[in-house]
């Protein structure tokens, strides 16, 4: 299966030297987006807090990758990781993440993801990896033309 849309194809380029942070509840519902995060993806922060993190999840992205992702974090270990990222306007942005827990006295209480800017050779790269990932476990994909 493909996707026939079109409305996935402006990117927007995360600036060098930027930072994107947020914060989750074990859930995963955010809990505080960053001006750089509300800027990058198209959302004021009030439409962030209390959302699924999910709700910046691009459709490219293999179901796969957010399996890894919880699992390692669940068994309190950080994860680090490509992901492409769908703004609220159906644009996109990739970034590296590092996702970890946050704990206070010992005790897990949050979960915190730093975000930064990628290569365009590394996107490249991930695409094409997440478009056989996901063609491997017949999850929908969509031809991606960089050039």
């Keep these: 299966m493909e996707f026939n849309e079109s409305e996935f194809l402006i990117e927007t380029e995360v600036p060098e030297h930027e930072l994107i942070i947020s914060r989750t509840d074990l859930s995963g519902n955010i809990t505080y987006a960053n001006e750089t995060?509300?800027?990058?993806?198209?959302?004021?922060e009030s439409e962030f807090i209390g959302k699924?993190?999910?709700?910046?999840?691009?459709?490219?992205?293999?179901?796969?990758?957010?399996?890894?992702?919880?699992?390692?974090?669940q068994a309190g270990k950080q994860w680090i990781g490509i992901i492409k990222n769908m703004r609220k306007d159906k644009g996109f942005y990739w970034v590296e993440a590092i996702v970890s827990g946050v704990y206070k006295n010992g005790k897990l209480v949050e979960y915190k993801s730093l975000r930064t800017p990628i290569s365009c050779e590394t996107k490249l790269k991930y695409q094409r990896l997440y478009d056989k990932m996901?063609?491997?476990?017949?999850?929908?994909?969509?031809?991606?033309?960089?050039e």
């Design 52 to 73: 699924p993190h999910s709700i910046v999840r691009h459709p490219d992205m293999p179901s796969g990758a957010f399996k890894d992702l919880w699992s390692t974090i």
């Design 134 to 146: 996901r063609a491997e476990s017949s999850e929908k994909i969509r031809k991606v033309i960089y």
């Design 37 to 44: 995060f509300c800027e990058i993806s198209g959302y004021h």
